[in-house]
């Protein structure tokens, strides 16, 4: 282990690799993306997005770790993992965004800097998606704008990583 640099909210102590790393979570029935619900969620599939943001990330000097699970518990194992290797998580906890604590809590154990990220803006939908458990915890949210919202956070993911690591 190396004398370790601290993450982009200040809480890692393991080594980190010299490359910035930007990991992507996505939730639950993203895997579906495309095809679901288009006129809510928009034509591009999961694979095109992470396409889109490995190569954003090639351009912003990030590695790209790309991740998707309709499995709660897999996806704190996911954050659990990232802790000390990882600059910034971006995520898009899909439903879990409404309901998960563990989510919540993985996030905050790990002290990575978060994004949030939703396609669609919950608040013009259902009231249960006006909640969201992670609000508090993430460093900013980015909603409404399909596929290219993830484009955003990478940028202002990579903002953040600059300023942490000068
Ligand atoms: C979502 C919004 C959630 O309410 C929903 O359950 C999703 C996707 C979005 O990206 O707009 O699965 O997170």
Redesign the pocket.
């Known amino acids: 282990m190396g004398s370790g640099t601290k993450s982009a909210s200040g809480a890692g102590t393991r080594s980190r690799p010299a490359t910035p790393a930007a990991l992507v979570v996505h ?4 895997n579906l993306l495309g095809e679901r619900e288009p006129a809510v ?1 928009g034509s591009t599939t999961l694979a095109q997005i992470d396409e889109q943001l490995k190569a954003l990330g090639r351009e912003l000097g990030l590695e790209v770790e790309t991740f998707q699970s309709n499995s709660e518990g897999a996806i704190v194992d996911r954050i659990q993992a990232a802790r000390g290797c990882i600059d910034v998580l971006i995520i ?1 906890p ?2 879990y ?2 309901t998960s604590v563990a989510i919540r809590d993985a996030i905050l154990a790990t002290g990575i800097a978060c994004i949030e990220v ?3 803006n ?1 608040y013009k939908r259902e009231p249960f ?1 006006h909640h969201s458990t992670i609000a508090d915890v993430a460093v900013g949210r980015i ?1 409404g704008f399909g596929a290219d919202g993830y484009m955003i956070a990478l940028r202002a993911a990579r903002n953040l990583v600059k300023a942490a690591r000068g």
Do not use: C
């Open positions: 939730g639950p029935n993203l969620y898009n899909a439903a965004t409404h939703h396609l669609s919950v998606r909603m």
